[in-house]
Every structure is written in structure tokens, then in C-alpha cells.
């Protein structure tokens, strides 16, 4: 009788131990919280417009939990009812918690109080890793580049720190690089005509 009593939990361990949870980055939702974001640093907010794009169908763009078992192809554990279970609906990502608006906030008056002029004057440039950089400090009055590089430094703190917080506050850390690489393309596509931007090891004028 003790011998047979070990044989469901036996058979529980090796279920949930053949259980995996696969949890995909939201690409699409990602780069339209980008846009939302850079596009209100960058402009004025009330000229924000957010334009809305279908989901694509991609395994990649779409937040995808699955539940399945690691037992070849055929799924046999379908025929009493356990198997794959997949969100119907692509997740937000957020960008409204009030540690990213905060950030947001300095980033905006920081952006329209010195960094653009240096953007216009082709003296800094974005970052191929989503920062900014002095790229021609003759472009900029000896008087005024003390303080163009604290507001660099600044800038880029706080877009660091940005970065982090989206991830986190959407409940997956691990997403920060990816978060990351989205928002960098995502400052280079909002960027103004004339503005420069690093791509390939080499600077590039829009």
C-alpha cells in the first residue's frame, strides 16, 4: 500500500517538471510606448499623436504565454484537457507609472531647455545604445559647454534609468536590453531633419 501511495506525487513532480512557461517580448506594444514617450520628450505634448498600428502576427510581437508539455510533437495530454493556453489579447506596455513620468518630465524640460539647441547645432547626437553624446563640441560656445555636458550627463542618467523602470514596471527585468534597443531606434526615427545619430560605429545626419 506505501508503495502505490508515492506513485501521484510521483506523477505530479514529473508533470509540473515537463511545464513551461515561455514568455514572449511585445515588440509592437513596445515600440508604440516608445513613440508615446520620445515623440512627448521631443515635441510639445499637445502635438503628440499616437497613430495605431494592427498587431502583427508574429510570435514575437505578441505577449505569448503557453503552457506545454515536453513530450515530442503529439501533445497527448490534450485528450484530458491539458494543454497549450494562449493570451488572446497583445498586453500594454506602461509607461504611466509615476517613476517614468517623473522621468519624463525632466527629460522634456531638459530636451527644450538645452538639449535641442545642441541637436540643431549638430553638436550632440544619439547614441546607437539609446543615450546621447557630445559629438562636435566646436559647435558649442566654450562658455556653454560645461553645461551642455552636465545636461548630457543628466540626460543620459535618467534614460538609463528609464529604460529599467519601463521593464520593471511591466513586471519582467529581463526585458531592459530589449526595451532599450527599441527605444534607440525610436529616438532616431522621432529625430528632426538635420539631427545626427550614430549607426554602425559612425555618425549619420538625418
Given at each position: 500500500?506505501?508503495?502505490?501511495?508515492?506513485?501521484?506525487?510521483?506523477?505530479?513532480?514529473l508533470?509540473?517538471?515537463?511545464?513551461?512557461i515561455n514568455?514572449?517580448?511585445p515588440a509592437?506594444?513596445a515600440?508604440?510606448?516608445?513613440?508615446?514617450?520620445v515623440?512627448k520628450?521631443?515635441?510639445?505634448?499637445?502635438k503628440?499623436?499616437?497613430?495605431?498600428?494592427?498587431?502583427?502576427?508574429?510570435?514575437?510581437?505578441?505577449?505569448?504565454r503557453r503552457?506545454?508539455?515536453?513530450?515530442?510533437?503529439?501533445?497527448p495530454?490534450v485528450?484530458?484537457?491539458?494543454?497549450?493556453?494562449?493570451a488572446?489579447?497583445?498586453?500594454d506596455?506602461?509607461?504611466?507609472?509615476p517613476a517614468?513620468?517623473?522621468?519624463q518630465?525632466?527629460?522634456?524640460?531638459?530636451?527644450?531647455?538645452s538639449l535641442?539647441?545642441g541637436?540643431?547645432?549638430?553638436?550632440?547626437g544619439f547614441t546607437?545604445?539609446?543615450l546621447i553624446?557630445?559629438r562636435?563640441?566646436?559647435?558649442?560656445?566654450?562658455?556653454?559647454?560645461?553645461?551642455l555636458?552636465s545636461?548630457?550627463?543628466?540626460?543620459n542618467?535618467?534614460r538609463?534609468?528609464?529604460?529599467?523602470?519601463v521593464?520593471?514596471?511591466?513586471?519582467?527585468?529581463?526585458w531592459?536590453?530589449?526595451?532599450r534597443?527599441?527605444?534607440?531606434?525610436q529616438?532616431v526615427?522621432?529625430?528632426?531633419?538635420g539631427?545626427?545619430?550614430?549607426?554602425?560605429g559612425?555618425?549619420?545626419?538625418?
Open positions: 500500500m506505501k508503495q502505490w501511495m508515492g506513485v501521484p506525487v510521483a506523477g505530479a513532480l508533470l509540473s517538471a515537463c511545464v513551461t514568455v514572449y517580448f509592437a506594444e515600440k508604440e510606448a516608445a513613440k508615446e514617450f515623440e520628450v521631443i515635441n510639445d505634448a499637445d503628440v499623436q499616437i497613430k495605431q498600428e494592427p498587431a502583427s502576427g508574429g510570435g514575437m510581437a505578441v505577449l505569448d503552457i506545454e508539455l515536453d513530450l515530442s510533437r503529439f501533445d495530454w485528450l484530458v484537457g491539458v494543454g497549450s493556453a494562449r488572446q489579447s497583445a498586453p506596455i506602461s509607461i504611466k507609472t517614468i513620468q517623473a522621468i518630465s525632466r527629460m522634456e524640460s531638459r530636451f527644450s531647455s535641442r539647441a541637436f540643431d547645432s549638430g553638436a550632440l546607437a545604445d539609446g553624446s557630445v562636435d563640441a566646436s559647435k558649442v560656445e566654450l562658455k556653454d559647454r560645461v553645461a555636458n545636461a548630457v550627463a543628466d540626460d542618467r535618467d538609463n534609468a528609464v529604460y529599467r523602470e521593464a520593471v514596471a511591466n513586471g519582467h527585468p529581463e531592459e536590453t530589449q526595451i534597443g527599441v527605444f534607440a531606434k529616438w526615427s522621432s529625430a528632426k531633419s539631427w545626427w545619430y550614430q549607426t554602425g559612425a555618425w549619420k545626419q538625418k
